[in-house]
């Protein structure tokens, strides 16, 4: 494929690995308890790749899969999704940052008016 774009399952199998080294890190950085520090970490990292990638279904795949991450491994331990609403709540700033960084994609690629 010259000149062709990436395919959404090489964007999203490169997606998820970035999230899981950015969970990992913010595994080893912070405790347990500094949820929002954890979240920050995460959520730069779903912002970049939504500033990077131009294909919206692996931005919204990897999002999911970040968000899964987060609640699962990071808010609480061994995978666990249905736990309390709280750490669910801290998981929608990683869609945002998400969503920031798709909107800043599409920003830069409209061509600026000329007089």
Not at 35 to 47: E, F, H, K, N, Q
Not at 73 to 82: E, S, V
Request: charged share 10%.
């Amino acid at each position: 494929m010259v000149g062709g774009s990436t395919p959404t399952g090489v964007s999203v199998a490169i997606g998820w690995v970035v999230m899981i080294g950015m969970a990992l890190l913010a595994g080893a950085l912070f405790s347990p308890a500094e949820l929002p520090a954890r979240t920050l970490v995460m959520s730069v990292a779903a912002g970049a790749y939504a500033a990077v990638v131009a294909d919206l279904r692996a931005v919204a795949a990897v999002t999911g899969l970040g968000m899964a991450t987060f609640v699962g491994f990071l808010a609480h331990r061994f995978g666990d999704l249905t736990a309390g609403a709280d750490a669910w709540s801290y998981a929608v700033v990683i869609a945002f940052a998400a969503t920031l960084g798709a909107g800043y994609r599409w920003l830069r690629s409209i061509a600026p008016a000329t007089d």
